[in-house]
C-alpha cells in the first residue's frame, strides 16, 4: 500500500498521539508517551543549528551518512550544514579511504556505487570528528565500542546528545550490557538508539522501510527524528531507549530457530511463523524481566515485529542456520564459508543468554531461547525445534 495512504489512515490517531506528546515537550506529563511520528510543524527549532559527528563508516554508516548529510543540508535552521564522519584510515585501489569520500563523494570500499552529499566530510581522526559536535551518532561494530569511548571521553562538547545505531549488546560477568549503557556511563551523556528492519543497501538505494527511535526526552527524539526521516526512511519514535536495542540483539537467536526451520525438509511456512511467534513473546518477555521500563508497544514497532521478520527471512543468522542443518558443517567452517568476514552474532548471542538465564534461574520459562542454545551446542537435533516445550 501506498506510504501516504497509510498516512492519511493514520491522521486520527496521529493527532490524539501527538496532543499527549506535545505535553511532554513542555516538561508535562510523567506516563510514557505511546510510539507516534512527530508532525513537522510542532518540532521546535534549536537555540543554535546542531553540529552533527558520525562514527563509523562501513556499509550501514554510509547508508546512514548518506541520509544524515542531505537532512542537514535541508534543514539549516536545525543543523549545521558540515557533516564529519570519523573514517578508519586504509587503502583502497591505491587511494586513502578518506580521500575516495572527500573527492569522488562515494564510499567505494564498503558502499560502491551510492553517491554521497558533498558536505559529508570524512575525518580520519576520531577526536576532530567528535570535539565540536553536538550530536553524534555510533555506527559500527559493537566490540569497537569501548576503545572509542576511551579515546573520546573528556573531549566531548558540554551537552553533546548521542544515539547509537549498533545492532549488538556486550555481555559480561554473565550480564547483559547494552551499548546505550556503556555510553551513557563513560560520556556521561544522553542517549538514543535507532534499530529497524533496515538492510543498509536497501536504505541507500532509497528502498521504502521503516524504523524506530528510541528516547527518554521527547525533545530530543523529535530532533533525531528530524535528522533521519525522509520519504523512504520513515521514522517512528518511541519512549523507550533500551527496548529496541534488546530487539536487535535477541532477533538474531529467534533468526536461528528460523533458520533450523528452513533446513528442516518436513518443516514449512507454518512451523516457520509458529517459531517466530514464540520467538517474539519470549523476546518480551526477557526484555521486561531485566529492564521493567520496556514498552510492550516496542516490540511491534520496527525495531522489534518487523526487524525479526526481516531477519529471520533475510538475515544471516537465518542463512547460516539452514546452512547447518543442509551441511552439517560447523559454525566455524559455515560462518567462513558464508559470510566473507562478517560475523555471525546469533549463535554467541544464544550462549550468552542461556548463560544469563541459567545462572537467574529461570532458564525453564524461556523454553524456546533453551532449545535453540541446545541445537546450537550440538546437545539437540534441529528437528526438536518445534519440541521446545516438551523437553527439559
Known amino acids: 500500500m501506498n506510504s501516504k495512504l497509510l498516512k492519511i489512515g493514520a491522521i486520527g490517531t496521529l493527532v490524539g498521539v501527538t496532543a499527549f506528546a506535545g505535553m511532554h515537550y513542555f516538561g508535562c506529563g510523567s506516563k510514557p508517551i505511546k510510539p507516534f511520528t512527530p508532525i513537522e510543524e510542532e518540532i521546535k527549532k534549536p537555540k543554535t543549528p546542531q553540529k552533527v559527528g558520525i562514527i563509523g563508516s562501513g556499509n550501514w554508516g554510509s547508508a546512514i551518512a548518506k541520509i544524515v548529510g542531505s537532512n542537514a543540508l535541508k534543514n539549516p535552521d536545525f543543523f549545521v550544514e558540515e557533516v564529519k564522519q570519523y573514517v578508519y584510515e586504509e587503502e583502497f585501489e591505491g587511494r586513502k579511504l578518506t580521500e575516495i569520500i572527500n573527492e569522488d563523494h562515494m564510499n567505494k570500499k564498503y558502499l560502491p556505487g551510492i553517491e554521497l552529499p558533498e558536505n559529508i566530510v570524512a575525518d580520519p581522526d576520531l577526536v576532530s570528528t567528535v570535539k565540536d559536535a553536538d550530536l553524534l551518532i555510533f555506527v559500527l561494530p559493537h566490540q569497537f565500542v569501548p576503545r572509542i569511548l576511551g579515546t573520546i571521553k573528556g573531549k566531548l562538547k558540554k551537552g553533546v546528545r548521542a544515539i547509537t545505531l549498533i545492532k549488538g549488546v556486550n555481555f559480561i560477568d554473565n550480564k547483559l550490557v547494552l551499548i546505550s549503557e556503556l555510553i551513557e556511563k563513560e560520556l556521561e551523556c544522553e542517549v538514543c538508539s535507532l534499530m529497524g528492519a533496515n538492510v543498509a543497501n536497501e536504505v541507500a538505494q532509497e528502498q521504502y522501510c521503516e524504523t524506530s527511535i528510541g528516547y527518554k526526552k521527547v525533545e530530543t527524539g523529535v530532533l533525531f527524528w528530524k535528522l533521519f526521516n525522509t520519504k523512504n526512511f520513515e521514522v517512528r519514535i518511541v519512549n523507550d531507549v533500551k527496548g529496541p536495542e534488546i530487539c536487535g540483539a535477541l532477533k538474531n537467536v529467534v533468526a536461528i530457530g528460523a533458520g533450523f526451520c528452513d533446513g528442516v525438509e518436513e518443516y514449512g511456512g507454518n512451523t516457520k511463523a509458529a517459531i517466530m511467534r514464540v520467538g517474539l513473546m519470549e523476546m518480551k518477555q526477557f526484555a521486561q524481566t531485566y529492564y521493567p521500563s520496556v514498552q510492550t508497544e516496542t516490540f511491534f514497532e520496527s525495531c522489534g515485529v518487523g526487524d525479526l521478520i526481516t ?67 550440538g546437545k539437540l537435533d534441529p528437528e526438536d525445534i518445534v519440541r521446545y516445550d516438551q523437553l527439559d
Not at 537465518?318 to 567452517?333: G, H
Open 311 to 377: 531477519t529471520c527471512f533475510g538475515g544471516r543468522n537465518r542463512k547460516c542456520a539452514e546452512a547447518y542443518v543442509r551441511t552439517k558443517k560447523s559454525w566455524e567452517e559455515i560462518e567462513k564459508e558464508l559470510l566473507k568476514g562478517q560475523k555471525l552474532q546469533g549463535t554467541g548471542t544464544a550462549i550468552e543468554v542461556y548463560e544469563i538465564l541459567k545462572n537467574d534461574n529461570i532458564i525453564d520459562k524461556f523454553p524456546l531461547f533453551k532449545t535453540i542454545y541446545k541445537i546450537v551446542q
